[in-house]
């Protein structure tokens, strides 16, 4: 039988290629809602979804229409739409949307099989995540709000490196090489997903460090669409002017090459938006409430939250930097659309009431 709830879900497209820090992002995201989320109780274990109290992460690689083998016969990759069913993700994300609980299927990334699927109920905001949430229409106008993260290619090919290389093993050769065979798909059809997107998190080279090639310390852009119904973009000192601001001196100690920030209007796919750009590392977390007093329109419920959030995961990758400031403002601005959402159908069924 079916599930039905009040149908309230509201729904979050978070894309980006593997490796570029989305499940590090939900972390982060699903604390600041409020309690960390964790694979589901008593289910399969290789199961790729995560639960909290009021949000649920699927992974989209669970419409994985081919398994590993048959990409192999068919010759695609999982980055290719003949890979995956877009036809049943519309379907049960719509589903989901109205407060209908769907069996959804579990691509195994062990076996790289299609394991038997797994029920998920309605939560109040579902997280979709994955290489194409943005991709077919359909799904993109289920979306409240859509993220892409936009990992330069100097900057993905360090941090696979690192982890491929130290964790799996693999050759500097063998990395270059999946890369290479990866980017004509990525191109064609993970990475136009950005224009789409209410909110890219840009992760670029540092540009103080001249020539640098390490892709340690990173230049991190924030940009937020403007107009966009329950999200008003964050600033730094006045909204809509343009502004290049050195942190660094008496209040925030910088070791080389410092942390520079800037702000201002720009134009992004042909739509108007603010960006907010983060270059450099901070020494110490704590002191970074000094430039958290400096941001306006953050949607904290307190102040210092986002120093607090970030000192509470000091350990995950991106702390010191701009990635981990921008994916926590992110959250909270998602936090307080969902509220605002929450708000105004409340108020929308007291009015339908008193009619
Ligand atoms: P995904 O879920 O997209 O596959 P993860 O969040 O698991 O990505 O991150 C994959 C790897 O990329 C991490 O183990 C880490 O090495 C690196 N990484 C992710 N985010 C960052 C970051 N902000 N700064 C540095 N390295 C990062
Ligand atoms: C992408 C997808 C995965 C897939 C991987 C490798 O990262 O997100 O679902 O497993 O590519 O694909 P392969 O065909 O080599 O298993």
Redesign the pocket.
């Known amino acids: 039988g079916e599930i039905r709830c009040s149908g309230d879900t509201i729904v979050i497209g978070l894309a980006a ?3 570029c820090g989305k499940s590090t992002f939900m972390r982060r995201l699903t604390s600041v809602f409020g309690g960390a989320a964790e694979p589901p109780k008593g289910g399969n274990p290789d199961s790729n979804t995560l639960i909290s109290d009021t949000t649920t992460v699927i992974c989209l ?1 669970d419409y ?1 229409s081919l398994d ?1 083998t048959g ?2 016969v068919e010759g695609v ?3 290719d739409p003949r890979a995956n069913n877009f036809d049943l993700m519309y379907e049960q994300v719509k589903a989901l949307k109205d407060g209908i609980a769907v069996d959804k299927p579990i ?1 195994n ?1 062990v076996s ?1 099989l299609l394991d038997p699927p797994e029920l998920i109920k309605p939560p109040k905001i579902l997280v979709i995540e ?2 194409h949430p943005m991709y077919d229409q359909r799904v993109r106008d289920l979306l409240d709000f859509s993220i892409y993260l936009d990992i330069s290619n100097d900057v993905k090919f360090a941090w696979k490196i690192q982890r491929d290389m130290a964790e799996r093993g693999h050759s500097l050769e063998s990395i270059k090489a999946s890369i290479e065979a ?1 980017k004509p798909d990525f191109d064609a059809y993970i990475d136009p997903q950005k224009q789409y997107a209410d909110a890219v998190i840009e992760v670029l080279p540092t540009q103080l460090i001249p020539d640098d090639n390490e892709g340690k310390v990173l230049r991190v852009k924030l940009i937020m669409k403007e107009g966009v119904k329950y999200f008003s973009p964050v600033y730094l000192f006045d909204e809509g002017s343009t502004v290049s601001w050195i942190p660094c001196g008496r209040k925030l100690t910088c070791s080389y090459p410092g942390i520079k920030f800037a702000y201002g209007p720009d134009t992004y796919y042909d739509h108007e938006v603010s960006v907010l750009e983060m270059d450099g590392q901070f020494d110490r977390l704590d002191e970074l409430i000094y430039v958290e007093s400096h941001l306006s329109n953050i949607s904290t419920k307190f102040y210092g939250e986002i120093t607090q959030q970030m000192l509470k995961h000091s350990d995950f990758p991106g702390s010191n930097n701009g990635t981990g400031l921008f994916q926590t403002i992110v959250g909270l601005k998602i936090r307080d659309l969902f509220e605002q959402i929450t708000a105004s159908k409340a108020s929308a069924t007291l009015e339908a009431t008193k009619a």
Do not use: N, P, Q
Request: hydrophobic share 20%.
């Open positions: 290629d593997s490796g690689d994985h590993r990409r192999k990759t999982a980055l691509y990334h790289g994955g290489l990866r």
